[in-house]
């Protein structure tokens, strides 16, 4: 079982509600959510435990998400290379336009990019390896109520490879000294419903690196709000040495 709050209907009976105002172009759609208990897991706590229940809990949606018939109807963004550090065409802005991303460091940025690219390539997009998933299921989105990890805010919910959400756990922490034990955790939880090959396992650091550089373009077109600003320089700063040790191992 998934936990994930529960919507609301309206009065009118329906969970989707539009609303209108007259600085809107066009009318939006909401839905409202039950409160959920919980709290939100810290990258100092012990996470050993939570990331194996977080492993089998994303082995669950993803098992969902094969077998699910979704309808003629149902769109979602996609993420995949093009569309995360392509040049053309990324959600989230160009990873050369992150905060201080000189010249210097778009070189090995680009060198990165590019091993990324090649080796996704040949991992391919076959429906085993890619398909709807989560997409962010960083700290920030989940909850933990006591053995039970929680999964909120579904927003960039799209179409993806299945180990990216093996990525995205430890988001903006991709750097700490912890990282590798807690994706072991998650391997193992992840191991309880679906089998991980070998290859699979062989592109979760491809997939933590994307991730990295996908948010160094977020923090960079997103400069405004109060999560680039507590991440900013900083976070492109130790950037460099996981682009570096990634391009050792798998260069």
């Given amino acids: 079982?998934?936990?994930?709050?529960?919507?609301?209907?309206?009065?009118?009976?329906?969970?989707?509600q539009q609303l209108g105002h007259a600085r809107l172009p066009r009318p939006r759609n909401i839905v409202l959510f039950d409160w959920e208990t919980g709290i939100e897991p810290g990258i100092g706590q012990d996470l050993s435990g939570p990331f194996e229940v977080l492993g089998e809990v994303t082995a669950r949606m993803h098992l969902h998400a094969r077998q699910w018939q979704w309808p003629a109807w149902f769109t979602r963004l996609t993420w995949d290379f093009e569309t995360s550090l392509g040049e053309d065409t990324p959600h989230w802005g160009r990873w050369r336009d992150g905060m201080g991303v000189d010249a210097e460091r778009a070189?090995?940025?680009?060198?990165?990019?590019?091993?990324?690219?090649r080796r996704l390539?040949?991992?391919?997009?076959?429906?085993?390896?890619?398909?709807?998933?989560h997409c962010d299921l960083r700290l920030a989105n989940l909850l933990?109520?006591?053995?039970?990890?929680?999964v909120i805010d579904f927003d960039d919910c799209g179409f993806g490879w299945y180990m990216y959400d093996a990525a995205t756990p430890v988001s903006f922490y991709e750097h700490e000294p912890q990282?590798?034990?807690l994706i072991e955790s998650w391997k193992t939880g992840y191991r309880r419903v679906i089998d991980l090959s070998r290859e699979d396992e062989a592109e979760i650091p491809t997939f933590v690196m994307l991730r990295r550089l996908l948010l160094v373009a977020w923090i960079g077109s997103h400069a405004e709000t109060d999560l680039a600003k507590s991440m900013g320089l900083a976070y492109t700063d130790g950037t460099v040495g996981l682009c570096e040790d990634y391009l050792r191992k798998f260069g």
């Fill in 121 to 133: 390539a040949a991992y391919g997009k076959g429906p085993e390896r890619f398909g709807l998933i």
């Fill in 179 to 181: 990282v590798p034990s």
């Fill in 144 to 150: 933990i109520d006591g053995k039970a990890v929680k």
């Fill in 1 to 16: 079982m998934v936990v994930t709050p529960a919507p609301v209907k309206g009065r009118d009976g329906e969970i989707i």
């Fill in 107 to 117: 070189r090995l940025f680009g060198r990165t990019v590019d091993l990324i690219g």
